[in-house]
């Protein structure tokens, strides 16, 4: 019965979501930034960290004739790294912060969301505390206070500094999508259709399982959808500030930070990264705007 | 609402120390101290142990901790160890700064976010109401210091048409201008779309219909029924919004040289001076609290339902 119930409901809302103009655009831009940040080591013509010093600060070909070159079409840094390769292989990191992270914030978040609201007492005790705690601070600021404490430790050195961010990330983040995942495990918790349950003689193992977790999974894939791009934001927001990603090792905030001295004599570097950020924010967030409206159509 | 009160007044300082520890344990659980220096000669160990001394780092961690919450209590800060000042010192002069660009950047989206989100509410689906909704989209997602990078390099060198180095005395509007613009463009773009969103629903509202049908004119039943109550969820997240606009501060004080708490806290994170990153990430935290603690106070006086349900 409910397998049936649950396809039809999971069909409606795809359908709906297909005929949203604004998140398909979105869908097909985040599909894009996939692809890239995968085939990055074949897409990228040049080593991204790897200069040469006579090709720096080159034009990208729609640029001063006398200062660009065929062989770099997004021109150069003021290193001479072609500015197309760091731009691919940073998509790839930004992909990487986008999912790791958020699939600890899931699996933790929802294990214990759903703990704490189904049976409640100590388990909900604590979870509300560690809320009013972390929600005292807006999340970049307690990110920025973790990372700056490990950064000189082996951890900070791990993948140039890329694990230290998604352990930052998931410490702070779980905790939201826990009180999310609570808050709807109390609101069905009363309902009649787990009474029913519970009179059928199911154990809670099978009630959490089979009837509260499919449906607090729409609120949960919304805020993934919002969560992905927030993290990609949260690192680049780092890496800008220099306490993020470690050169050489290219990212879209790394690469605002080191063109930004520069951006008078030379803003091509500066302006892409910033150009790609935007673009793919905006994707991300028009495909979590219809997922919230195809999921929730009363909302 | 007194017991309520209450209980929210008591939850404050306790969220502080809980914050205090965890930032003080932060600081102290991890190796690597003020004293590093990674490009320079490092410092002979009798300098060391004596700087130790001097900032009490000689002590057993819980002992710092507790001097620490003494000290704090008398509103002793402590001294930078990156600039020799005293915290409280620096933080009184950034402070001002900080607190001006704030306030500046949340009126501006307010009255901007207001007028558009009603027009854009009352005209639904409209070309207008498309074209804000989009707006409003954009403004929200373009992370702050991607908006910093557009502002200065269009304005700032390409048009040449706005300084964008530093503050001035506060009254140079031209100097203020784009900071306090790209501050205000997230807040802005969220409060439209709430603004528009809950003047929806309170036109759909069963005391609305009772308005018209009463023969009230359209535009008393705005000023008197509608407007009134769609301004209550916009209250509720100006907590949030103080928490935004603390981070925007971070980004955009840092990309203008604007000598207030946010870059100053930056500045701190990457010289771990932490009597400042202490002093600054508990004034965050008190910041909030009170924007949250005033924004339930002001909540439970509008909307007397609040009331009976605490």
């Not at chain 1, 050195?157 to 930052?168: A, D, K, P, T």
């Not at chain 2, 409209?126 to 909704?133: E, I, R, Y």
Request: contains cysteine.
């Amino acid at each position: 019965m409910t397998g049936v119930g649950q396809r039809s409901l999971w069909r409606d809302a795809a359908s709906r979501l297909a005929a949203n103009r604004a998140a398909m655009a979105g869908l097909v831009v985040v599909a894009l930034f996939a692809f890239v940040a995968i085939a990055a080591p074949i897409l990228a013509p040049y080593d991204p960290a790897a200069g040469d010093t006579r090709n720096h600060e080159l034009d990208p070909f729609w640029g001063d004739p006398a200062y660009r070159s065929a062989a770099f079409p997004l021109g150069t840094d003021q290193l001479g790294r072609d500015v197309l390769s760091r731009l691919i292989w940073s998509a790839r990191v930004s992909l990487l912060i986008g999912f790791v992270p958020v699939s600890i914030i899931v699996t933790i978040g929802v294990a214990v969301g759903l703990v704490a609201g189904y049976y409640g007492r100590w388990a909900d005790l604590l979870l509300m505390r560690a809320v009013d705690v972390i929600y005292a601070f807006p999340e970049l600021l307690f990110v920025i206070v973790i990372v700056t404490a490990a950064r000189g430790t082996w951890i900070g050195e791990l993948g140039s500094g890329i694990v230290l961010i998604f352990v930052s990330i998931a410490t702070v983040s779980w905790v939201g999508m826990a009180r999310l995942v609570r808050g709807q495990v109390l609101a069905l918790r009363g309902l009649e259709f787990i009474d029913a349950a519970r009179a059928m003689g199911a154990s809670d193992r099978r009630i959490l399982v089979r009837h509260v977790l499919p449906n607090v999974l729409a609120p949960v894939i919304v805020a993934v959808a919002f969560g992905v791009p927030g993290a990609m934001l949260t690192e680049s927001a780092l890496s800008f500030l220099g306490i993020g990603i470690k050169p050489p090792t290219p990212s879209w905030g790394v690469m605002i930070n080191e063109g930004f001295t520069l951006a008078i004599q030379s803003p091509w570097p500066v302006l892409m990264p910033a150009v790609c950020i935007s673009v793919v924010m905006l994707a991300f967030t028009f495909l979590g705007d219809g997922l919230r409206e195809a999921l929730d159509p009363r909302a | 609402m007194s017991h309520y009160l209450v209980r929210r007044l008591l939850a404050l300082p306790l969220t502080l120390l809980a914050v205090a520890l965890i930032t003080f344990a932060l600081a102290h659980a991890t190796p690597g101290g003020p004293w590093d220096r990674f490009d320079e000669k490092p410092l002979p160990l009798q300098a060391e142990i004596n700087l130790n001394r001097y900032y009490g780092l000689d002590l057993p961690v819980h002992e710092q901790f507790l001097v620490y919450i003494g000290n704090l209590v008398r509103l002793d800060l402590g001294t930078s160890i990156q600039k020799g000042r005293p915290v409280a010192d620096i933080i009184g002069e950034g402070l001002p700064v900080t607190a001006q660009l704030g306030l500046q950047s949340l009126l501006l989206a307010l009255a901007v976010a207001i007028p558009l989100g009603v027009v854009s509410a009352l005209r639904r689906n409209s070309l207008a109401d498309h074209a804000t909704t989009l707006l409003a989209t954009v403004g929200t997602t373009i992370p702050n210091f991607v908006l910093c990078v557009f502002f200065i390099l269009y304005f700032g060198m390409t048009l040449r048409l706005l300084p964008f180095v530093g503050w001035g005395d506060g009254l140079d509007v031209r100097r203020m201008l784009m900071p306090t613009v790209i501050l205000a463009l997230p807040a802005m773009g969220f409060l439209t779309r709430l603004v528009r969103s809950s003047v929806l629903e309170v036109l759909r509202a069963d005391f609305v219909r009772t308005a018209r049908a009463k023969g009230l004119r359209e535009r008393s039943v705005l000023r008197g029924h509608v407007l009134k109550n769609a301004f209550v969820p916009v209250l509720t997240v100006l907590g949030p919004a103080t928490a935004n606009l603390v981070v925007g501060s971070f980004i955009v004080e840092t990309f203008f040289s604007i000598p207030g708490v946010g870059r100053l806290f930056i500045q701190s994170v990457n010289a771990r001076d932490y009597p400042v990153i202490m002093a600054t990430t508990l004034l965050y935290a008190l910041a909030i609290g009170v924007a949250n603690l005033a924004v339930d106070l002001a909540y439970g006086a509008l909307d007397p339902r609040v009331k009976v349900a605490q």
